[in-house]
Protein backbone atom coordinates (compact mmCIF):
# COMPACT_ATOMS: atom_id res chain seq x y z
CA UNK A 1 0.00 0.00 0.00
CA UNK A 2 1.24 3.25 -0.81
CA UNK A 3 2.29 5.65 2.10
CA UNK A 4 0.53 8.66 3.53
CA UNK A 5 1.09 11.71 5.19
CA UNK A 6 0.26 11.93 8.66
CA UNK A 7 -2.65 14.75 8.62
CA UNK A 8 -5.69 15.60 10.92
CA UNK A 9 -8.93 16.96 10.47
CA UNK A 10 -12.16 18.03 11.93
CA UNK A 11 -15.45 17.69 9.93
CA UNK A 12 -16.83 20.54 10.82
CA UNK A 13 -20.29 19.36 11.10
CA UNK A 14 -22.42 18.51 13.82
CA UNK A 15 -20.28 15.58 14.96
CA UNK A 16 -17.62 18.40 15.97
CA UNK A 17 -20.07 19.76 18.30
CA UNK A 18 -20.76 15.94 19.67
CA UNK A 19 -16.82 15.67 19.61
CA UNK A 20 -16.06 18.84 22.06
CA UNK A 21 -19.36 17.63 24.07
CA UNK A 22 -17.74 14.69 25.18
CA UNK A 23 -13.75 15.55 25.48
CA UNK A 24 -14.40 19.31 26.48
CA UNK A 25 -13.56 22.56 24.59
CA UNK A 26 -10.28 22.05 24.20
CA UNK A 27 -9.03 25.06 22.50
CA UNK A 28 -10.33 26.95 25.22
CA UNK A 29 -9.66 24.99 28.48
CA UNK A 30 -5.95 24.90 27.88
CA UNK A 31 -3.72 27.38 28.30
CA UNK A 32 -1.91 27.91 24.87
CA UNK A 33 -1.60 30.92 24.52
CA UNK A 34 1.05 30.80 27.51
CA UNK A 35 3.46 29.39 25.54
CA UNK A 36 5.63 31.39 23.32
CA UNK A 37 7.85 29.49 21.27
CA UNK A 38 10.13 32.77 20.09
CA UNK A 39 11.25 31.86 23.77
CA UNK A 40 13.25 28.86 22.41
CA UNK A 41 16.48 28.34 20.30
CA UNK A 42 15.43 27.31 16.38
CA UNK A 43 16.92 24.11 16.77
CA UNK A 44 15.62 22.68 20.42
CA UNK A 45 12.32 24.13 18.86
CA UNK A 46 12.60 22.07 15.95
CA UNK A 47 13.10 19.00 18.07
CA UNK A 48 9.90 19.89 19.96
CA UNK A 49 7.76 20.10 16.84
CA UNK A 50 8.86 16.60 15.97
CA UNK A 51 8.85 15.08 19.26
CA UNK A 52 5.27 16.18 19.77
CA UNK A 53 4.10 15.15 16.26
CA UNK A 54 5.60 12.11 17.22
CA UNK A 55 3.42 12.08 20.03
CA UNK A 56 0.43 12.50 18.53
CA UNK A 57 1.19 9.87 15.91
CA UNK A 58 2.06 7.65 18.58
CA UNK A 59 -1.60 8.05 20.16
CA UNK A 60 -3.34 7.98 16.90
CA UNK A 61 -1.40 4.19 16.01
CA UNK A 62 -2.33 3.07 19.49
CA UNK A 63 -6.27 4.83 19.36
CA UNK A 64 -6.15 2.01 16.06
CA UNK A 65 -4.85 -0.71 18.32
CA UNK A 66 -7.40 -0.27 20.87
CA UNK A 67 -9.90 -0.79 18.73
CA UNK A 68 -8.13 -3.86 17.08
CA UNK A 69 -7.96 -4.49 20.74
CA UNK A 70 -11.84 -4.18 21.34
CA UNK A 71 -12.67 -6.69 18.47
CA UNK A 72 -10.74 -9.16 19.40
CA UNK A 73 -12.13 -9.04 23.30
CA UNK A 74 -15.48 -9.08 22.28
CA UNK A 75 -14.79 -12.05 19.17
CA UNK A 76 -13.61 -13.46 22.58
CA UNK A 77 -16.52 -13.60 25.16
CA UNK A 78 -14.46 -11.68 27.33
CA UNK A 79 -17.20 -10.45 30.16
CA UNK A 80 -18.21 -7.91 30.09
CA UNK A 81 -16.76 -5.44 32.17
CA UNK A 82 -13.27 -5.82 30.67
CA UNK A 83 -15.13 -4.99 27.02
CA UNK A 84 -16.51 -2.14 28.93
CA UNK A 85 -13.59 -0.88 30.22
CA UNK A 86 -11.65 -1.19 27.18
CA UNK A 87 -14.26 0.35 25.08
CA UNK A 88 -13.42 3.83 26.54
CA UNK A 89 -9.66 4.08 25.54
CA UNK A 90 -9.97 4.76 22.05
CA UNK A 91 -11.76 7.88 22.62
CA UNK A 92 -9.15 8.57 25.36
CA UNK A 93 -6.11 7.69 22.66
CA UNK A 94 -8.21 10.64 20.35
CA UNK A 95 -7.90 13.14 23.17
CA UNK A 96 -4.20 12.72 23.51
CA UNK A 97 -3.94 12.73 19.62
CA UNK A 98 -5.51 16.88 19.51
CA UNK A 99 -4.09 17.54 22.65
CA UNK A 100 -0.64 16.54 20.85
CA UNK A 101 -0.98 17.32 17.76
CA UNK A 102 -2.32 20.98 19.22
CA UNK A 103 1.00 21.44 20.70
CA UNK A 104 2.87 20.79 17.94
CA UNK A 105 0.57 23.31 15.96
CA UNK A 106 1.17 25.98 18.70
CA UNK A 107 5.41 25.33 18.70
CA UNK A 108 5.22 26.06 14.72
CA UNK A 109 3.47 23.38 13.31
CA UNK A 110 3.73 19.16 12.81
CA UNK A 111 6.60 17.68 10.91
CA UNK A 112 6.37 15.27 8.26
CA UNK A 113 5.17 11.98 9.17
CA UNK A 114 5.19 9.29 5.84
CA UNK A 115 3.15 5.59 7.42
CA UNK A 116 1.46 2.60 5.69
CA UNK A 117 -1.72 2.27 7.01
CA UNK A 118 -1.55 -1.24 7.17
CA UNK A 119 1.52 -0.85 9.62
CA UNK A 120 -0.60 0.59 12.79
CA UNK A 121 -2.15 -2.05 13.79
CA UNK A 122 -0.60 -5.82 14.73
CA UNK A 123 0.01 -8.45 12.45
CA UNK A 124 -1.33 -11.38 14.63
CA UNK A 125 -0.88 -14.65 13.02
CA UNK A 126 -3.84 -15.82 11.04
CA UNK A 127 -3.96 -19.17 12.96
CA UNK A 128 -4.65 -18.07 16.22
CA UNK A 129 -8.17 -18.51 17.84
CA UNK A 130 -10.06 -15.61 18.92
CA UNK A 131 -8.69 -15.63 22.95
CA UNK A 132 -5.23 -16.46 21.57
CA UNK A 133 -5.86 -12.99 19.92
CA UNK A 134 -7.63 -11.44 22.57
CA UNK A 135 -4.86 -12.24 24.87
CA UNK A 136 -1.85 -11.12 22.88
CA UNK A 137 -3.04 -7.95 21.65
CA UNK A 138 -4.08 -7.25 25.75
CA UNK A 139 -0.32 -8.32 26.50
CA UNK A 140 1.39 -6.52 24.00
CA UNK A 141 -1.04 -3.38 24.41
CA UNK A 142 -1.42 -2.83 27.48
CA UNK A 143 0.89 -4.94 29.79
CA UNK A 144 3.82 -3.82 28.00
CA UNK A 145 2.87 -0.73 25.57
CA UNK A 146 0.68 1.47 28.43
CA UNK A 147 2.54 -0.27 31.16
CA UNK A 148 5.61 0.85 30.38
CA UNK A 149 4.33 4.38 29.08
CA UNK A 150 2.06 5.54 32.42
CA UNK A 151 5.46 5.62 34.59
CA UNK A 152 7.55 7.61 31.68
CA UNK A 153 4.80 9.71 31.13
CA UNK A 154 4.05 10.33 34.47
CA UNK A 155 7.64 11.34 35.28
CA UNK A 156 7.66 13.81 32.14
CA UNK A 157 4.64 15.05 33.90
CA UNK A 158 6.73 15.72 37.11
CA UNK A 159 9.06 17.33 35.17
CA UNK A 160 7.08 19.70 33.32
CA UNK A 161 7.58 22.93 34.35
CA UNK A 162 4.92 25.08 31.76
CA UNK A 163 1.81 25.33 32.26
CA UNK A 164 0.86 24.05 28.70
CA UNK A 165 2.82 21.01 28.50
CA UNK A 166 2.01 19.88 32.21
CA UNK A 167 -1.80 20.31 31.52
CA UNK A 168 -1.57 17.52 28.77
CA UNK A 169 0.92 15.74 29.99
CA UNK A 170 -1.98 15.57 33.31
CA UNK A 171 -4.36 14.46 30.96
CA UNK A 172 -2.47 11.83 29.43
CA UNK A 173 -1.65 10.64 32.39
CA UNK A 174 -4.77 10.42 33.93
CA UNK A 175 -6.24 7.81 31.22
CA UNK A 176 -3.00 5.53 30.56
CA UNK A 177 -2.80 4.54 34.75
CA UNK A 178 -6.17 2.84 33.80
CA UNK A 179 -4.96 1.48 30.29
CA UNK A 180 -1.80 -0.12 32.15
CA UNK A 181 -4.28 -1.90 35.06
CA UNK A 182 -6.27 -2.82 32.51
CA UNK A 183 -4.15 -5.42 30.82
CA UNK A 184 -3.32 -7.41 34.14
CA UNK A 185 -7.11 -7.07 34.54
CA UNK A 186 -7.66 -9.39 31.92
CA UNK A 187 -4.60 -11.43 33.02
CA UNK A 188 -6.30 -11.95 36.48
CA UNK A 189 -9.14 -13.57 34.89
CA UNK A 190 -7.77 -15.30 32.11
CA UNK A 191 -4.70 -16.66 34.31
CA UNK A 192 -5.63 -20.08 35.23
CA UNK A 193 -6.70 -21.03 31.52
CA UNK A 194 -3.12 -20.09 30.63
CA UNK A 195 -1.45 -23.62 28.90
CA UNK A 196 2.44 -23.36 29.67
CA UNK A 197 2.65 -23.17 25.58
CA UNK A 198 0.25 -20.31 25.78
CA UNK A 199 2.19 -18.01 28.44
CA UNK A 200 5.71 -19.14 26.25
CA UNK A 201 4.18 -17.53 23.58
CA UNK A 202 2.69 -14.57 25.17
CA UNK A 203 6.54 -14.29 26.48
CA UNK A 204 7.92 -13.84 23.29
CA UNK A 205 5.50 -11.09 22.23
CA UNK A 206 6.29 -9.10 25.28
CA UNK A 207 9.70 -9.13 24.58
CA UNK A 208 9.25 -8.26 20.73
CA UNK A 209 6.99 -5.61 22.15
CA UNK A 210 9.90 -4.10 24.38
CA UNK A 211 12.46 -4.22 22.01
CA UNK A 212 10.78 -2.04 20.19
CA UNK A 213 10.23 0.44 22.34
CA UNK A 214 13.89 0.93 23.41
CA UNK A 215 15.08 3.15 20.78
CA UNK A 216 12.95 5.50 23.20
CA UNK A 217 15.80 5.75 25.81
CA UNK A 218 18.71 4.25 24.23
CA UNK A 219 19.03 7.38 21.70
CA UNK A 220 22.87 8.63 23.28
CA UNK A 221 23.94 9.94 26.50
CA UNK A 222 23.13 13.29 27.10
CA UNK A 223 24.09 14.99 30.41
CA UNK A 224 23.61 18.25 32.31
CA UNK A 225 26.23 20.48 34.09
CA UNK A 226 25.37 23.82 35.11
CA UNK A 227 22.05 23.62 33.86
CA UNK A 228 23.10 23.12 30.40
CA UNK A 229 22.72 19.56 28.03
CA UNK A 230 25.20 18.40 26.19
CA UNK A 231 23.96 19.71 23.13
CA UNK A 232 23.74 23.36 24.40
CA UNK A 233 20.13 23.64 25.70
CA UNK A 234 18.96 24.71 28.62
CA UNK A 235 17.68 21.97 31.33
CA UNK A 236 14.91 24.89 31.24
CA UNK A 237 13.74 24.94 28.36
CA UNK A 238 13.81 21.16 27.80
CA UNK A 239 11.24 20.75 31.00
CA UNK A 240 9.23 23.44 29.33
CA UNK A 241 8.94 21.89 26.39
CA UNK A 242 7.72 18.82 28.23
CA UNK A 243 10.62 16.49 28.53
CA UNK A 244 12.50 14.48 31.52
CA UNK A 245 16.81 15.36 31.33
CA UNK A 246 17.72 12.08 29.11
CA UNK A 247 19.81 10.37 32.04
CA UNK A 248 16.54 10.18 33.92
CA UNK A 249 14.30 9.38 31.61
CA UNK A 250 16.56 6.13 31.04
CA UNK A 251 17.07 5.49 34.43
CA UNK A 252 13.24 5.54 34.60
CA UNK A 253 12.53 3.25 32.16
CA UNK A 254 14.92 0.97 33.37
CA UNK A 255 13.49 0.85 36.62
CA UNK A 256 9.72 0.75 35.17
CA UNK A 257 10.83 -2.39 33.00
CA UNK A 258 11.46 -4.32 35.73
CA UNK A 259 9.08 -3.07 37.97
CA UNK A 260 5.59 -2.08 35.87
CA UNK A 261 6.57 -4.77 32.93
CA UNK A 262 8.90 -7.78 34.03
CA UNK A 263 7.51 -8.66 37.56
CA UNK A 264 3.70 -8.23 37.08
CA UNK A 265 4.22 -10.61 34.34
CA UNK A 266 6.11 -13.07 36.47
CA UNK A 267 3.55 -12.65 38.73
CA UNK A 268 0.75 -14.54 36.29
CA UNK A 269 3.67 -16.74 34.50
CA UNK A 270 4.57 -14.83 31.47
CA UNK A 271 8.61 -14.17 31.89
CA UNK A 272 10.35 -11.98 29.49
Known sequence: ?????????????????????????????????????????????????????????????????????????????????????????????????????????????????????????????????????SNELVVRLCCVGEALSFPLLSGAMRSASHPLSRSILETIVRDEAHHGNFGFLYLDWIRADLRPAERDRLGKAARQTLDAYRSLWERGPSHVVDGVTSEGFLLEHVRELGWMEASAYAELARVTIEESVRAPLARVGISL
Open 1 to 133: MAREVFDLSFSNGFARTLHERALGDIEHEYPWQSLDPSRYPPLLLARARVGWTENAFNEFCTAAAMGQMLQALVQARAPLDLIGMASRFAIEEVLHVELCARMAMRLGGGAPIHYDPEDIVFDLDPSLTPLER
